[in-house]
């Protein structure tokens, strides 16, 4: 495996969609996804109208990388070893002592193990996004006090209806909900197009002789508006297969749960699925086995290097390193907090696409981005763990964090920071018999560099 990890050495590489070659307008964003969640819950579901109003304490809330426990409403902040570091229930914050007396003394969450080894676990949701599964929650968990009801898993339900209601494979075509309606209209408002360098960057691969794979748990009819807006009109011929409705991590399953592909006729998949994939083009779902062997036939090997680019842990980096055994680079925003500068083809897109006064706005608001640094659960990748009765204080690696180390080979803020270096450059990867601060490009994130330094 060696000690670094070269593009110029894959025969095929994979991406994401979502906010990997496509990067969002967060603030605008995060915006309309808090509103079409809230909306249809004050609407459909006679929640309070008070879940509409959004504060500065709001936005700073926002975090990626928490677990929701459903059996009482918390949320929790996880370490490597599965201590609790921090915790809320709803949108207040636990004390240490709450926390001990939730989590027992040395502060264990009961259910980490089968969340460390699958990402899933009944009674527990795993949070991607910033706004959907944590904000929303909170809130409703609050809701639920303020009318004396009890705190239980049925209001997930309600949950799962939002998502239903805003985000089905239908609801671009019939512009249900509020979501897609608004993406379509206004989409130079959420979608950043990509830069210059990046659309070079994937011509240059495909003149090289890679295979350009594009994988995304989207519907083709929303894949094919983003990848319009951000690449251009012709962006199917930069990739030689395009997957989506992937329905990750579930496309990376071992038979029998595996999913046939099917062909598409106006973004509609055929009903008969196809015992095999035979020639490169555009489908629908799938599964990793039967493109794993299109692969060994387009390279001629028997087994090609792949190497997928991707921002959740659960849908891309876990299952494509654990089951795929992929190399994988991991899109981490939230370098971008911690002393890593965006970079120049990024601020110079956000400088054409944000005009001042919009930007003075969301400050005005109290609007923080969603990738910034969170005054209430610290660090994405290292916190502190306070023990109880005044015990000393440690800092811990989070459990986000030590992920990031196991199931990527190497992380940065986007790709448009790599975009501009040569296909033989050579990323240092990361290695359990390396610091925690190797891996990361262009540089590890602050509070990693802090503790690496205190331990020395």
Not at 151 to 170: G, L, P
Not at 335 to 357: D, F, T
Request: hydrophobic share 35%.
């Amino acid at each position: 495996m060696g000690d670094h990890f070269s593009l110029s050495d894959c025969d095929v590489i994979g991406f994401d969609l979502d906010h990997t070659l496509c990067r969002y307008h967060l603030k605008e964003t995060s915006r309309l996804i808090y509103e079409s969640f809230a909306g249809y819950l004050v609407e459909h579901k006679g929640y309070d109208k008070d879940l509409l109003n959004l504060t500065p304490a709001t936005w700073d809330f926002c975090f990626k990388g928490l677990v929701v426990d459903l059996e009482d409403g918390n949320l929790v902040k996880l370490a490597e070893d599965g201590t609790v570091l921090r915790a809320t229930h709803g949108s207040n914050d636990l004390s240490t002592e709450e926390i001990i007396k939730h989590y027992g003394p040395k502060r264990e969450w009961k259910h980490f193990n089968s969340l460390n080894t699958s990402f899933t676990r009944s009674g527990m949701i795993f949070l991607k996004f910033y706004f959907i599964d944590l904000i929303i929650v909170c809130f409703v968990v609050d809701m639920l006090h303020k009318r004396g009801n009890e705190v239980n898993s049925d209001f997930w339900k309600d949950m799962v209806a939002a998502i239903d209601h805003n985000y089905n494979t239908s609801a671009f075509k019939e512009d249900a909900g509020t979501y897609f309606p608004s993406v379509k209209r206004d989409p130079g408002r959420y979608l950043q197009p990509c830069s210059d360098s990046v659309k070079t960057w994937l011509q240059s691969m495909k003149n090289a002789g890679k295979v350009l794979l594009l994988i995304t748990s989207s519907h083709s009819d929303y894949c094919r508006l983003i990848c319009e807006h951000i690449l251009g009109k012709d962006f199917e011929e930069l990739f030689d297969i395009i997957i989506t409705n992937a329905l990750k991590p579930g496309f990376f399953s071992l038979v029998p749960q595996q999913r046939p592909f099917r062909t598409l006729v106006n973004d509609v998949e055929e009903r008969e699925g196809l015992p095999s994939l035979d020639k490169p083009g555009w489908y629908s779902q799938g599964n990793w086995p039967h493109l794993h062997e299109l692969l060994k036939t387009m390279m001629g090997k028997p087994e090609p290097k792949v190497v997928y680019f991707g921002d959740s842990m659960r849908s891309d980096m876990f299952p494509a390193s654990s089951f795929g055994k992929w190399d994988t680079v991991m899109i981490v925003e939230e370098m971008e907090g911690e002393g890593i500068p965006k970079s120049v083809a990024a601020m110079s897109n956000e400088a054409q696409v944000e005009p001042l006064e919009k930007k003075g706005k969301f400050e005005e608001q109290g609007m923080k981005s969603p990738s910034a640094l969170s005054n209430q659960w610290g660090s994405y990748f290292v916190d502190v763990h306070r023990g109880g009765g005044g015990d000393e204080e440690c800092q811990k690696l989070t459990w986000c964090c030590h992920c990031i180390h196991k199931y990527s080979t190497m992380a940065i803020p986007s790709v448009e920071h790599i975009a501009d270096l040569p296909l033989d450059y050579k990323f240092p990867r990361f290695s359990p018999d390396k610091p925690c601060t190797t891996g990361y490009y262009p540089r590890p994130p602050d509070s990693l560099l802090k503790r690496f330094e205190s331990l020395s």
